[in-house]
């Protein structure tokens, strides 16, 4: 895809999963909710796990309707981060990936 000045525009794909990785390591280190990015142990996510097992689910539930309530990608974008962390906790309890 080219813009009308001809510059080159990542496709869409590339795009949404930028913002997925900025939300998952650099919002999510400002916040204070992990320093540990895409790869490494993410404290609050396993407190979430282990006291409130269903706030994963529930997050995704939450901000996709938001999502589309208000047209906001950015909530999609959430939903994208919170995906990730599941699959991520689920490969490595299934031994696809590394903690």
Known sequence: MKTASNAKVKPLFEQFMAEVR???ESKARRRGYSEA???????LFEFNKQFFPCH??????????RGM???????IVKVA???FL??????????????
């Open 56 to 65: 994963p689910q529930g997050e995704i539930v939450y901000k996709l309707v």
């Open 22 to 24: 900025e939300q998952i």
């Open 37 to 43: 990015g895409t790869e490494g142990y993410n404290p």
């Open 69 to 75: 309530e208000k047209k906001d990608p950015e909530d």
């Open 81 to 83: 981060a919170w995906a």
């Open 86 to 99: 599941i699959w991520k906790d689920l490969a490595m309890d299934n031994g696809r990936g590394h903690k």
